[in-house]
């Protein structure tokens, strides 16, 4: 009897199913945010090292998957010191351009190399820098790809009159997240061009619709004013139209690019993605941020930041498998933080969708 018993398989750990939850409070962050801003203005920029790491803590730490939640490890000194090198290389760039002036056409050209270069390094540092469940992020992109995905199909898709520019964005985001990595095991991006196309030409289809919309109102309301000079009380109205429509258009792109990578990506045997983000409800959000945010002259920022934050958690189920407990991390090399900061500084820092 007790060798039948012992001999019974044992039952295999079910996957788990959950929503990404994100805790954060608007009240919390803006006391955060507040002595960031007022911190970096007193010591002329210096402290906004210790700014971005302490708001990235607060993001990462209140974001959790399955119980867990995320970390951000790199130290303000790490950050400062890439950032104060990023700052000596542009005031010698623009001393020597200064002195020799013709030099700038050749340190401009200089720049579009080396920018592949620093978003790779930039967004390798950034996932270096992330944990979760003790296990580190990483990214193994190269420099010649990036310098053909960054650059290149973008600069090609110009002479197409931007028609194979959805494809160059797709080819964009496999390269990015294939390339990230969890623990030493790199996702899986099964992407499809035809979706891209189709958010795009949403988003098109959008914009040019309420735009003649738009025009036909004008064209009858307009003459009702019979001045010379366009009067303000129509003209804010027509500025506000054209911000509401750009709005829905981006909604509309951003949620079903979105949801189309998320749904298609994994970890294999480890992690499966899935997003539900309605268009309708992003673009109500962020029309609305931003109205506050213009409103309170920037101190709705918090608010708007922790509700987007909030938003698409809430629109985001992971499926993990009982393997992901077993992983560790197999990244042993540190990364530099110059490349992210010279990146903020030529204004090319690169965001994950």
Not at 138 to 147: K, Q, V
Not at 340 to 353: G, H, Q, V
């Amino acid at each position: 009897m007790e060798t039948s018993v012992s001999s019974q398989p044992m039952p295999q750990p079910a996957a788990r199913r959950s929503r990404v939850s994100f805790s954060g409070q608007a009240g919390e962050y803006f006391g955060i945010w507040i002595v960031n801003v007022l911190l970096t203005i007193v010591t002329l920029g210096i402290y906004s090292a210790w700014a971005k790491v302490r708001n990235k803590q607060y993001f990462y730490g209140h974001t959790k998957v399955d119980g867990h939640n995320f970390r951000y490890l790199a130290t303000p000194i790490q950050i400062l010191k890439g950032r104060l090198l990023a700052v000596a290389v542009f005031i010698a760039i623009s001393f020597i351009t200064t002195v020799v002036p013709f030099l700038a056409v050749l340190f401009s050209f200089a720049l579009l190399f080396i920018l592949p270069w620093l978003m790779v390094q930039g967004i390798r540092f950034n996932l270096r820098m992330t944990s979760y469940r003790n296990v580190r992020f990483g990214f193994h992109g190269s420099y010649g790809d990036a310098f053909i995905y960054f650059l290149l199909l973008p600069f090609v898709s110009v002479f197409t009159l931007y028609l194979a520019m959805p494809w160059a964005i797709k080819k964009l985001d496999q390269f990015v997240y294939q390339n990230i990595s969890y623990g030493g095991k790199q996702l899986q991006v099964q992407t499809e061009t035809s979706a891209y196309y189709k958010a795009t030409l949403g988003a098109v289809i959008v914009a040019i619709s309420l735009l003649l919309v738009g025009v036909g109102v004008i064209a009858a309301v307009g003459p009702l004013f019979n001045t010379a000079e366009p009067s303000p009380l129509l003209m804010a109205p027509v500025f506000f139209g054209y911000f509401v429509i750009l709005t829905l258009a981006g909604a509309v792109y951003k949620a079903l690019i979105r949801n189309h990578l998320f749904n298609n990506t994994t970890l294999p045997e480890l992690v499966s993605f899935k997003s539900d983000l309605p268009v309708l409800t992003l673009f109500v959000v962020q029309l609305s941020n931003m109205l506050a945010i213009i409103c309170s002259l920037g101190l709705a920022l918090p608010w708007a930041m922790v509700r987007m934050s909030r938003l698409l958690a809430e629109h985001t189920e992971v499926t993990v498998q009982p393997g992901l407990e077993l992983m560790r991390d197999k990244l042993a090399k540190e990364s530099s933080a110059f490349a992210e900061d010279a990146a903020d500084l030529y204004d090319a820092d690169f965001s994950l969708t």
